[in-house]
């Protein structure tokens, strides 16, 4: 078994991630160079699924589900590449609009540079949401790998403590995962 980081993305980056347009993942938490990070395709609706005739990774928001083995499923890998502190808690967003494009920049003059816009699929008034009273860092998506076949929830593990030998604070053991993480979460698998 070997240490990964699960890691919940909601379908329409899931598709831009799996699709080659995003390219950097902006987080509120600093992952390290070198992770192995599994990609927890959400529940939620767009309904995900790769299309044969346009031969990528398209969205169904329609009632009907598409997607039933990509939402809910482990789809894909990625090694972290370069981790980079793009804004500090509590550092403030503005955008300010410059001849005819918007432009966002952070407290320190930081810019949400069009390149970074491009690798992060974000908008300048997403990033400012989202990094709302945060830390931000850009984690770049390197060796990408999408599973043939989806992995389900179960076959990754977590610790958990084990009182059955009766020894006082327990011990860790791995149980299957049976509810994604709300963001990430360290886990095993084979």
């Known amino acids: 078994m070997k240490q990964i980081i699960l890691m919940s993305i909601r379908p329409e980056w899931v598709a831009k991630i799996l699709n080659g347009e995003k390219t950097v993942e902006i987080r509120k938490t600093a992952l390290h160079e070198g992770d192995e990070v599994h990609i927890y395709c959400t529940k939620s609706r767009p309904w995900l699924y790769f299309g044969e005739f346009r031969g990528h990774y398209q969205l169904d928001y329609s009632a009907g589900k598409w997607g039933d083995e990509i939402n809910g499923n482990v789809v894909a890998k990625f090694i972290v590449g370069k981790v980079e502190k793009i804004k500090d808690k509590g550092e403030a967003i503005w ?70 030998l009766g020894v006082t604070g327990g011990f860790a053991k791995l149980v299957s995962i049976t509810h994604a993480p709300q963001s990430y979460m360290r886990a095993w698998v084979e």
Do not use: H
């Not at 966002?104 to 491009?118: Q, S």
């Not at 992060?120 to 599973?147: H, P, R, V």
């Open 95 to 164: 955008i300010a609009f410059v001849g005819k494009e918007n432009k966002c920049y952070f407290d320190n003059r930081t810019l949400f540079t069009e390149k970074l816009r491009k690798e992060t699929c974000l908008t300048e008034g997403e990033m400012a949401w989202y990094g709302k009273d945060n830390n931000l860092y850009a984690l770049s998506i390197t060796q990408l790998e999408i599973f043939d076949k989806p992995r389900a929830l179960g076959e990754y593990k977590k610790p958990v403590e084990d009182y059955s």
